[in-house]
């Protein structure tokens, strides 16, 4: 499938058949792995879990039988590179049918870092199961999709802007129309939707509206990256980090831009 049709079809799973990953569809998971860069230029090492063998699970998710998670060293970025590479995995995952849901609190974080052999010094700072979607969702899983609200998504108006946080975008260009609806469909913790865009010219600045409390690691940050990455895929576009001078509020913090 195409990048868009990937960002249009997508949804979290977790409600799974109980059906192990065929071998071909692990060996192909793992080899692409191996392939996934990210433009902060932070690697993020893939690792996968067996549920049985480590006695991992999540209260979210039912019928899984595999996890996957990734490591990356503590540095500055470090959310936004594992966002964006974490991200790549999931999208080509769906594309074999697979499905995943991204998940950092519903579950025994020490358990699964230890599963991990997470190093002092790296940072594990989501995991998702992996499996075949179940014909049909849980009433657990439907009960907490309404809860999030998870298929609603702001309206571009409150998202997207130029020259400042006080005008709307313009958005006449397919390309430009395609990449922010993909940034729209991202999916992000608690459906908080927390990236802010303000264009100038062909720059795009990349933003985060804080609206979730963090110690230690900010999982709004890996929001973004999964936002970047969904932007980059469609506009084949360059990061830089060229903060515009603007006036914001106390709780939006630059990260990035996308040139395109």
């Given at each position: 499938?195409?990048?868009?049709?990937?960002?249009?079809?997508?949804?979290?799973?977790?409600?799974?058949d109980g059906r192990a990953l065929s071998d071909a569809d692990r060996e192909k998971l793992m080899q692409y792995t191996q392939t996934i860069t990210n433009p902060f230029g932070i690697p993020v090492e893939f690792v996968l879990l067996d549920a049985?063998?480590?006695g991992l699970s999540s209260p979210v998710i039912q019928g899984e039988q595999l996890y996957i998670t990734g490591k990356v060293p503590k540095v500055p970025y470090c959310e936004e590179a594992f966002g964006y590479s974490f991200e790549k995995l999931v999208l080509y995952a769906w594309s074999l049918g697979i499905g995943t849901t991204w998940i950092g609190g519903?579950?025994?974080r020490e358990r699964f870092e230890q599963a991990a052999q997470v190093k002092?010094?790296?940072?594990?700072?989501?995991?998702?199961?992996?499996?075949?979607p179940a014909k049909k969702r849980s009433l657990k899983e439907t009960a907490m999709r309404a809860g999030l609200r998870a298929d609603k998504r702001l309206d571009a108006l409150q998202?997207?802007?130029?020259?400042d946080f006080s005008i709307s975008m313009q958005m006449d260009e397919k390309i430009v129309q395609d990449a922010l609806e993909a940034v729209q469909l991202a999916p992000s913790a608690v459906n908080k939707q927390p990236w802010r865009i303000?264009?100038?010219?062909?720059?795009?600045?990349?933003?985060?509206?804080?609206?979730?409390?963090?110690e230690g690691m900010d999982i709004q940050k890996v929001d973004l990256g999964i936002a970047i990455c969904h932007f980059m895929s469609v506009t084949n576009g360059t990061l830089q980090f060229d903060e515009p001078e603007l006036s914001k509020n106390a709780?939006?913090?630059y990260i990035a831009t996308v040139v395109i």
């Open positions: 499938m195409e990048i868009m049709d990937l960002v249009r079809t997508r949804k979290s799973v977790r409600t799974f049985k063998e480590h519903t579950m025994k002092e010094g790296e940072m594990m700072p989501c995991v998702s199961p992996l499996g075949y998202m997207f802007y130029s020259v303000v264009r100038r010219k062909n720059a795009f600045h990349f933003y985060v509206k804080h609206s979730l409390r963090h709780d939006t913090e």
